[in-house]
């Protein structure tokens, strides 16, 4: 027993590399369907998207880069299928410079070939990306057409017809950001107080913690916080949409609840190995210690 | 199920690529490297030309320069921005650098006071007339402010009481590092996921015909 302690404190770090990767990859050939629970600041999310009226208009804020995008392309997915099957009208945007708007691009995509019946310019509009996030956002607060000219194919905004009324973001009822930077938070800090929209932030794991401050003050009405918000978010929607159930259990395509199957593994892996770790380490102090007595 | 397309290829081979440095240092990571690092620049250049300059600045100006000729100022500034690559005149460019660092303190600073200090005094600070579950937190937060704080006041040596309320503020430090590594550790392994998905769901099944 003691020489397997010694090896473990003594292990290649490089073995834990290949325990981590099979970790993941198992549930990914083999998932497992665990269950999600969910959690009070996604519902928050969900119930305020929810109550919102058919025809309001949200705004669907790209702030993240394919560095984030497997936890927050699922959040964004999600609230833009909410969106689409409550009649919500959507404007998308990209505030994000390395690959922000690629990202906004392959979730409509992705979301006007599940529902071909979402119309450009009518239910949905891509404004692009537009460079320096904090002047653009003040420059919205006052007027969208000032940022953001045309759409993302070059069409003028006073052309489309879902932009007819909303002049800025005193008429959309909603900001979403998925973020991966500071750009979230200046939705928070910078253009709630200026034109007092509701925000709600889908930020990745790694920021989340910080996010708790603004949802305690109430200048957020929701989180979906990492991929695990995303994947509570999933659950909520196949509980409200049946549709989207069979759609979330059938599709081959990555979604965030089966993203879970591999966090929950491998932490439960983590934890062992944190356990086993410290067992081995602390056996060694105290054999040290006796061997200096 | 189609073989995957040549990008999906290309797109593997650099996911392994980055992945060897788990087991060394290689020139297959290093070309990942600095591909990655050279695409991500000429894709910046590209996106701010035909997302920002070309439909805010050079279009408007071109079409309806009437209209527009106010946009000069903005475009001049930019291009002075340029000018320290020339060394007779470089200081030119710091009036344009002026400009765009002053706007963005004026920014920032009410961004600062009405996003983040105000909003978060107001609800840190709750009356204590009544007693309910809100205002027990809202005093744990007061408690876990103060004695961060005063963890970092180093401006004079701390008695037996200051160092005991130091103490308890290491312990809300310690809390909070916890819950960040926590959900750093998640954040991390969600990347991974993504990356191993796209190996598997769309490069190794489908180039096996699964």
């Given at each position: 027993?003691?020489?397997?302690?010694?090896?473990?404190?003594?292990?290649?770090?490089?073995?834990?590399?290949?325990?981590?990767?099979?970790?993941?990859?198992?549930?990914?050939?083999?998932?497992?369907?665990?269950?999600?629970?969910?959690?009070?600041?996604?519902?928050?999310?969900?119930?305020?998207?929810?109550?919102?009226?058919?025809?309001?208009?949200?705004?669907?804020?790209?702030?993240?880069?394919?560095?984030?995008?497997?936890?927050?392309?699922?959040?964004?997915?999600?609230?833009?299928?909410?969106?689409?099957?409550?009649?919500?009208?959507?404007?998308?945007?990209?505030?994000?410079?390395?690959?922000?708007?690629?990202?906004?691009?392959?979730?409509?995509?992705?979301?006007?070939?599940?529902?071909?019946?979402?119309?450009?310019?009518?239910?949905?509009?891509?404004?692009?990306?537009?460079?320096?996030?904090?002047?653009?956002?003040?420059?919205?607060?006052?007027?969208?057409?000032?940022?953001?000219?045309?759409?993302?194919?070059?069409?003028?905004?006073?052309?489309?017809?879902?932009?007819?009324?909303?002049?800025?973001?005193?008429?959309?009822?909603?900001?979403?950001?998925?973020?991966?930077?500071?750009?979230?938070?200046?939705?928070?800090?910078?253009?709630?107080?200026?034109?007092?929209?509701?925000?709600?932030?889908?930020?990745?794991?790694?920021?989340?913690?910080?996010?708790?401050?603004?949802?305690?003050?109430?200048?957020?009405?929701?989180?979906?916080?990492?991929?695990?918000?995303?994947?509570?978010?999933?659950?909520?929607?196949?509980?409200?949409?049946?549709?989207?159930?069979?759609?979330?259990?059938?599709?081959?395509?990555?979604?965030?609840?089966?993203?879970?199957?591999?966090?929950?593994?491998?932490?439960?892996?983590?934890?062992?190995?944190?356990?086993?770790?410290?067992?081995?380490?602390?056996?060694?102090?105290?054999?040290?210690?006796?061997?200096r007595a | 199920m189609h073989p995957p397309e040549i990008g999906v290829w290309i797109a593997a081979f650099l996911t392994i690529a980055c992945l060897t440095f788990l087991y060394k240092d290689n020139p297959f990571f290093r070309f990942a490297e600095s591909l990655f690092a050279g695409v991500s620049l000429g894709y910046y250049v590209g996106i701010v030309l035909n997302q920002t300059l070309l439909p805010n600045l050079i279009a408007p100006m071109r079409e309806h320069f009437g209209q527009n000729w106010d946009l000069v100022v903005p475009g001049l500034l930019g291009v002075l921005l340029y000018m320290r690559y020339a060394p007779k005149i470089g200081w030119v460019s710091r009036y344009a650098l002026?400009?765009?660092?002053?706007?963005?303190?004026?920014?920032?600073?009410?961004?600062?006071?009405?996003?983040?200090?105000?909003?978060?005094?107001?609800?840190?600070?709750?009356?204590?007339?009544?007693?309910?579950?809100?205002?027990?937190?809202?005093?744990?937060?007061?408690?876990?402010?103060?004695?961060?704080?005063?963890?970092?006041?180093?401006?004079?040596?701390?008695?037996?009481?200051?160092?005991?309320?130091?103490?308890?503020?290491?312990?809300?430090?310690?809390?909070?590092?916890?819950?960040?590594?926590?959900?750093?550790?998640?954040?991390?392994?969600?990347?991974?996921?993504?990356?191993?998905?796209?190996?598997?769901?769309?490069?190794?099944?489908?180039?096996?015909?699964?």
């Amino acid at each position: 027993m003691a020489g397997l302690f010694e090896r473990i404190v003594n292990l290649d770090r490089r073995w834990i590399f290949l325990i981590v990767l099979l970790s993941v990859a198992t549930p990914i050939v083999i998932p497992i369907g665990l269950p999600v629970t969910t959690t009070g600041p996604t519902r928050a999310a969900f119930e305020f998207i929810e109550a919102l009226h058919e025809g309001d208009v949200v705004l669907i804020s790209f702030d993240y880069g394919p560095s984030s995008a497997p936890e927050n392309d699922p959040m964004a997915e999600a609230v833009m299928r909410q969106c689409a099957l409550k009649k919500l009208r959507f404007i998308v945007c990209a505030l994000y410079p390395l690959g922000g708007l690629g990202l906004a691009n392959n979730v409509v995509a992705k979301i006007t070939g599940e529902l071909p019946n979402l119309r450009d310019g009518v239910d949905y509009v891509n404004l692009g990306y537009k460079d320096g996030p904090a002047a653009v956002m003040r420059r919205m607060g006052d007027d969208i057409a000032g940022a953001f000219p045309t759409d993302v194919h070059g069409k003028p905004i006073s052309e489309i017809p879902l932009m007819k009324g909303v002049h800025d973001l005193r008429q959309v009822k909603l900001v979403f950001t998925a973020a991966t930077s500071l750009i979230g938070e200046w939705w928070i800090t910078q253009v709630h107080p200026q034109v007092g929209i509701p925000v709600i932030i889908g930020p990745t794991a790694v920021s989340a913690p910080k996010y708790y401050a603004y949802l305690n003050s109430g200048q957020l009405v929701g989180m979906v916080g990492g991929m695990k918000g995303a994947a509570e978010y999933e659950s909520l929607l196949r509980a409200r949409y049946p549709q989207l159930a069979t759609f979330y259990t059938t599709t081959r395509a990555f979604t965030a609840t089966k993203g879970m199957d591999g966090q929950t593994v491998l932490h439960t892996v983590i934890l062992l190995l944190l356990v086993l770790g410290n067992v081995a380490y602390l056996r060694q102090r105290r054999a040290s210690a006796k061997a200096r007595a | 199920m189609h073989p995957p397309e040549i990008g999906v290829w290309i797109a593997a081979f650099l996911t392994i690529a980055c992945l060897t440095f788990l087991y060394k240092d290689n020139p297959f990571f290093r070309f990942a490297e600095s591909l990655f690092a050279g695409v991500s620049l000429g894709y910046y250049v590209g996106i701010v030309l035909n997302q920002t300059l070309l439909p805010n600045l050079i279009a408007p100006m071109r079409e309806h320069f009437g209209q527009n000729w106010d946009l000069v100022v903005p475009g001049l500034l930019g291009v002075l921005l340029y000018m320290r690559y020339a060394p007779k005149i470089g200081w030119v460019s710091r009036y344009a650098l002026a400009i765009y660092v002053t706007y963005y303190i004026g920014l920032d600073f009410t961004r600062r006071i009405h996003g983040e200090v105000l909003p978060q005094l107001a609800r840190a600070i709750q009356p204590l007339s009544s007693f309910d579950r809100a205002t027990f937190f809202s005093l744990v937060y007061v408690l876990g402010v103060f004695s961060v704080l005063v963890y970092f006041f180093f401006s004079k040596e701390q008695g037996p009481i200051t160092r005991r309320i130091s103490r308890l503020g290491i312990w809300f430090l310690m809390i909070s590092f916890g819950a960040a590594f926590g959900f750093t550790v998640m954040g991390r392994v969600a990347l991974l996921i993504g990356r191993l998905n796209f190996l598997i769901l769309d490069w190794i099944y489908p180039t096996l015909g699964i």
